[in-house]
């Protein structure tokens, strides 16, 4: 597959606290043929109504006992007939499949110790995950959440992967503002932004989960297939070992001394804590999860987040 770099985005970033846009275009040559599981359609989730949309594009799926309020021209007559008893025919819609990829652009993913910033790999991995959905015959969209809040729609083809892809690094690039919003209100106003998504990835370090996230995660995933993808640099998951370390923020240098093996296990718990709650709010909320370190590859990572099989040659 031929793949075209647009021409109107910013210089490229060097890969490691700066996206590179040649790095996610290449990411597109690399993942193979894949599957995204099945989400059923709404008719089919809701058990209680049959969607008016049928005819063309519809497949039957299974029958079931009438309710009150089922369409009568979907009546199954043959095992009415057999049952002595109505029964109505479910239908699951044939729509092309959409993914929406929710990315985490707080201040916390402007962090690294290890091979690149958080917001570098999350970047890397929004682009495996588009490529993969385009591969897979789905719609693409991207949108941010934290110092942004942009909404690229759904995309067909290796166009709106490219199209992602040059979002991510217009995004990185450009000034970022102080003010942010926690994960809750984030997933409350992506709600009304799903663009129709029958699956979604969420792309964070869990530092912006806050008391109200599980709620407006639970709600945001009802009816929906749903990955979550946990950055991590390594002091996040590893103890760090004994020493002085400098560390840079807000334009302020200072220096950190850790030397007992007490401290220095307090400071990774306290640097882990965005991951830990991330990961027990996926947990509660059913959506499968994985832990992306920086140094890593994000392939596997993004493949088994979205529940995604590879095809038999």
């Not at 799903?194 to 008391?211: E, I, Y």
């Amino acid at each position: 597959m031929s793949i075209a770099v647009p021409a109107d985005l910013p210089a490229d970033g060097d890969g490691a606290i700066r996206v590179a846009l040649a790095e996610l275009v290449a990411l597109g040559r690399r993942i193979g043929r894949l599957h995204l599981p099945q989400a059923a359609s709404r008719a089919m989730r809701s058990g209680q109504q049959v969607s008016h949309l049928y005819g063309r594009g519809m497949d039957y799926a299974e029958s079931r006992a009438y309710q009150a309020g089922d369409d009568v021209r979907r009546l199954d007559w043959r095992l009415t007939a057999r049952s002595g008893t109505l029964h109505t025919k479910l239908f699951q819609e044939e729509r092309e499949g959409r993914l929406l990829v929710l990315l985490d652009t707080h201040a916390s993913m402007h962090f690294g110790t290890r091979a690149r910033f958080k917001s570098v790999q999350a970047a890397r991995a929004c682009a495996a995950a588009a490529w993969l959905a385009i591969g897979a015959g789905e719609r693409v969209g991207l949108a941010a959440f934290g110092t942004r809040n942009d909404l690229l729609r759904p995309q067909a083809g290796p166009r709106g992967a490219l199209a992602l892809c040059g979002a991510l690094a217009a995004w990185d690039a450009a000034p970022r503002p102080p003010h942010s919003e926690p994960l809750s209100q984030a997933l409350r106003r992506l709600r009304q932004l799903r663009q129709h998504a029958n699956h979604l990835l969420l792309v964070s370090d869990g530092f912006s989960v806050d008391d109200d996230a599980g709620a407006a995660l639970a709600a945001l995933r009802r009816g929906t297939d749903m990955g979550v993808l946990v950055i991590a640099d390594a002091l996040e998951h590893d103890d760090p070992p004994a020493g002085r370390f400098p560390l840079e923020h807000a334009g302020e240098r200072r220096e950190m001394t850790l030397v007992g093996e007490g401290q220095r296990r307090e400071f990774r718990q306290r640097m882990g804590a965005g991951v830990q709650r991330l990961q027990a709010l996926a947990s509660a909320a059913g959506a499968r999860c994985r832990v992306l370190d920086t140094r890593d590859d994000p392939v596997d990572a993004v493949v088994a987040a979205l529940g995604a099989t590879r095809s038999r040659r």
